[in-house]
């Protein structure tokens, strides 16, 4: 499948879901007692099993063959390049980094192309922005744009795979790529006079909304939003498998507009400002399994889009496994949004952990009026927590909250066997009157400890069976929002 990703084309069809969505949320939020599904979906087994895996030829190139040298202060980006285009040539391959440290520029991949990383091989980019350039087609927080290349790169490829026991470091900290994010409440980077996100990132914004065609949109030199260190874009069969990430200026990976997403035993390590660990934005069919986040902002984030742009394309992000993984620091553990327009659908979260005093959020969804969006079919199972400042959390109002005229449809989410040793607060869900969380189902849950019960507001077809919360046992909805269990 391609994508016109310019025609709007794809938004006037999702328009009409949207509009019957909105109708059945409406019959949902009047008293039905359930929700008629827009379409059929998937188990999280099918999901695995349907999810394909690259085809790459066996044939393996040695980047020393072609001039890569391993001391960390050779530059070898002509050398991997060369390597990766040798390749090509030969029907594809995988390109072999053995030990030691290569330094490099930005990596474009190829179709039928893998980048195997041996025990003890580091990929260490340099930090030099214009290093960067030219522009490329991306997409930044949800709209796409002409920007920085992103430290690896694939634009409109079938079968590419990263893999290995070594190192992607994209040399981030406190005095590279993170300053440009400029002030924020949690800033621990040196401030830059005239290097500040801010007046691009509004730009942007405004660019966006207005309908500039993204070839038009140019943010490269002087505009400081930092690129992806992973990006997918438009691909098919991607395989990330067995590295570690770490030091990223910004998302650590992020596929787009892709299918068949594969991201496995991978150890997402990096403090810096927007340092997600996973956030697959519009794809399809993507199983993230056996990983470790250690980020400084969301470990994974489910994404379709922010605002106009998010419904131009209207492509949701749909059919997701997240099992076996283990969430340490971050904002949230496993998280929806916020740049959210196109959608989300059919989720599966099973079998994972998440434990750290600085974990803000265990399971999030944040949207607002402005980024609308429909979330639905969401399924978490075998969750154990042990530390978390908040463990359930859906909001409504992040960021520009009920201003806007795009009510988003949040509804069919179960949680099951879910434990939490010690939350501050258990609950922040917050829906907007007129469109109220919907159908949400909560079952074998035990709450050891809690300071907090917290806030559940416009939330219609709530249902509790086996709830536990500080040793008092709950079994329906109504005695869940009753006083007495949270006085």
């Not at 659908?345 to 952990?353: G, I, K, L, P, S």
């Not at 009920?402 to 869900?429: C, H, S, Y």
Request: charge should be negative; hydrophobic fraction near 40%.
């Amino acid at each position: 499948m391609s994508f016109d990703l310019e025609s709007g084309s794809l938004f006037t069809r999702r328009q009409v879901n949207v509009g019957l969505a909105s109708a059945l949320a409406v019959l949902g939020a009047s008293g039905c007692s359930s929700l008629t599904p827009t379409h059929s979906w998937l188990s999280a087994d099918d999901i695995v099993a349907r999810t394909q895996a690259p085809s790459i030829p066996s044939d393996r190139f040695v980047v020393e063959n072609f001039g890569a040298v391993s001391d960390g202060v050779f530059d070898c980006s002509d050398a991997i390049q060369k390597a990766i285009e040798h390749a090509e040539s030969q029907g594809g391959g995988t390109v072999v980094f053995t030990q030691g440290v290569y330094l490099t520029g930005p990596i474009h991949l190829r179709s039928k192309i893998a980048l195997h990383l041996e025990k003890d091989a580091t990929l260490k980019f340099v930090t030099d922005p214009n290093r960067y350039l030219p522009a490329v087609f991306t997409r930044w927080e949800g709209m796409e744009l002409m920007g920085f290349s992103p430290l690896i790169y694939a634009y409109g490829l079938n079968d590419v795979a990263i893999t290995g026991q070594g190192t992607l470091d994209g040399g981030a900290n406190d005095q590279t790529w993170w300053p440009w994010k400029g002030p924020h409440k949690e800033a621990h980077w040196d401030l830059i006079e005239g290097q500040d996100q801010k007046p691009a990132r509004d730009y942007l914004f405004a660019m966006a909304e207005r309908g500039v065609p993204p070839r038009e949109r140019v943010f490269a030199d002087g505009g400081f939003l930092r690129p992806p260190f992973l990006q997918f874009y438009d691909c098919q069969r991607i395989l990330v498998e067995g590295i570690k990430i770490t030091n990223a200026p910004f998302w650590l990976i992020h596929p787009v507009l892709s299918r068949d997403v594969t991201i496995r035993g991978v150890h997402c390590q990096s403090y810096g400002p927007n340092s997600d660990g996973c956030d697959p934005e519009s794809c399809e069919r993507v199983v993230i399994e056996d990983c470790v986040f250690d980020t400084g902002d969301d470990c994974i984030a489910l994404k379709s889009g922010r605002n106009a742009d998010g419904r131009r394309i209207g492509v949701p992000c749909k059919d997701v496994v997240v099992q076996n993984c283990h969430m340490k620091e971050g904002h949230g553990g496993v998280v929806i949004g916020s740049e959210i327009s196109g959608g989300v659908a059919n989720v599966h979260v099973r079998h994972c952990t998440m434990d750290s005093p600085h974990l803000e959020r265990a399971i999030r969804i944040k949207t607002n009026a402005q980024r609308g969006g429909l979330i639905e079919h969401l399924r978490y199972s075998k969750i154990t927590i042990g530390s978390v400042k908040d463990v359930f959390v859906i909001n409504f109002y992040y960021e520009e909250g009920d201003r806007g005229k795009w009510m988003p449809l949040v509804r069919d989410i179960e949680i099951t066997d879910l434990t939490v040793a010690k939350a501050q607060r258990v609950f922040n869900l917050r829906g907007f009157p007129q469109s109220p969380i919907t159908d949400v189902s909560l079952r074998n849950w035990n709450v050891v400890e809690y300071d907090d019960f917290g806030v559940i507001d416009d939330a219609k077809l709530f249902s509790a069976q086996q709830v536990v919360l500080a040793g008092k046992s709950i079994n329906s909805g109504k005695a869940l929002l009753s006083k007495d269990v949270h006085e």
